[in-house]
């Protein structure tokens, strides 16, 4: 099974279930001040997204193309969605979600998804940490039409290519399988000129965020892109959601408001007030996404420590006085930009306001 077959049987599974799922009763998202869509949504998206995926890897499992870490992967990938579609149905609340989470890193971590480079008894801490703090980064970063996907989807393929590039770097075949998952779904989250007919729900970005750790840990440094650009090339792939994680904690720490009640202070939301459309909004985001995503590539094809950590401060400096000028744009209550009834987007007042 080729990695050119299993993104084609990703993308059509998921297109073909997201079809589906769109269907089933219950699980809607409701309209409210906190958050930025303003129509009763399904957010059933996440069943099309895992079970694309799993479909997608039964051949290569089959095969015995891949090995069984990427199980306990596909697995760990499982117990995230399951957590994510309970949360979805029930609103278990921020402690109970994050204990959830804390259990599926630590365990996914004790057995075996982690750096196998660092010893145990740092490896297990770290890749949990890494794993529960994406989960929560796609969570939040699932805030406006078509960004976790999208993001998802650059950052999937930029993995794979890193493993193809990079002898015993990690699975190509795991990783387009979940590119093609979200390729599949997001003709339905991401509508030029409607709003999203389907959300992934927290069942999605969980699954989402769980399985993009996971490959960044199983990222060996070893192989001819030498450790400090395969260390630094995973970082730089995921580096939005940990830039939007960062800001909006930032924001809400100083603001004394609890990250988990949510809010319309995103940077995609934060780019609208500065006077994008929603649309441009997104499309700049997933655009710094592909340009971190083409430098990490480039870094493992260099394999040059010091041309990395020169690379690699440019990139962090350029995101930081990026999202320290978002910081400055504020939304003003009871001013509303988006998506209208008709379907084109249109500024009904400005919601911005630089201070």
């Given at each position: 099974m080729t990695t050119?077959?299993?993104l084609i049987l990703a993308v059509c599974s998921a297109a073909l279930l997201s079809a589906l799922v769109r269907y089933l009763p219950g699980l809607r998202a409701v309209p409210s001040v906190d958050r930025w869509h303003r129509t009763l949504t399904p957010v059933t998206g996440g069943i099309a997204l895992f079970a694309a995926f799993v479909i997608a890897?039964?051949?290569a499992?089959?095969?015995g193309a891949v090995d069984r870490r990427y199980a306990l992967l596909v697995l760990g990938a499982a117990a995230a969605f399951g957590l994510g579609l309970l949360d979805d149905a029930k609103s278990i609340g921020a402690?109970?979600?994050f204990g959830g989470q804390l259990a599926i890193g630590l365990a996914a971590a004790s057995m075996g998804v982690r750096p196998d480079w660092l010893p145990l008894w740092a490896g297990i801490p770290v890749a949990c940490l890494v794993l529960v703090a994406s989960m929560n980064s796609f969570n939040l970063l699932d805030n406006m039409d078509g960004l976790a996907a999208g993001t998802a989807a650059i950052a999937a393929l930029g993995l794979g290519l890193l493993a193809g590039l990079v002898p015993g770097s990690g699975s190509s075949v795991v990783?387009?399988?979940l590119a093609g998952a979200c390729l599949g779904f997001l003709p339905f989250n991401y509508r030029p000129r409607r709003p999203a007919a389907l959300f992934m729900g927290d069942s999605g970005s969980h699954m989402l965020g769980f399985t993009l750790g996971s490959l960044a840990l199983l990222a060996s440094p070893g192989g001819a892109g030498g450790a400090a650009a395969a260390v630094a090339a995973p970082l730089l792939i995921l580096a939005l959601p940990v830039l939007d994680t960062a800001l909006v904690m930032l924001v809400?720490?100083?603001e004394g408001r609890p990250l988990s009640l949510g809010g319309r202070d995103h940077s995609s939301h934060r780019l609208v007030y500065n006077g994008l459309g929603e649309r441009r909004a997104v499309a700049v985001l997933l655009a710094i996404t592909v340009n971190c995503t083409a430098t990490a590539i480039?870094?493992?094809i260099f394999q040059d420590a010091l041309l990395t950590a020169l690379v690699v401060g440019a990139t962090l400096a350029g995101l930081i006085a990026f999202a320290s000028q978002l910081v400055l744009v504020t939304e003003q209550p009871g001013r509303v930009i988006g998506l209208v009834a008709g379907g084109l987007e249109?500024?009904?007042?400005?919601?911005?306001n630089v201070v």
């Open positions: 050119a077959s299993t890897l039964q051949p499992f089959l095969s402690r109970s979600k990783a387009v399988a809400r720490f100083s480039a870094l493992v249109r500024e009904e007042e400005r919601s911005a």
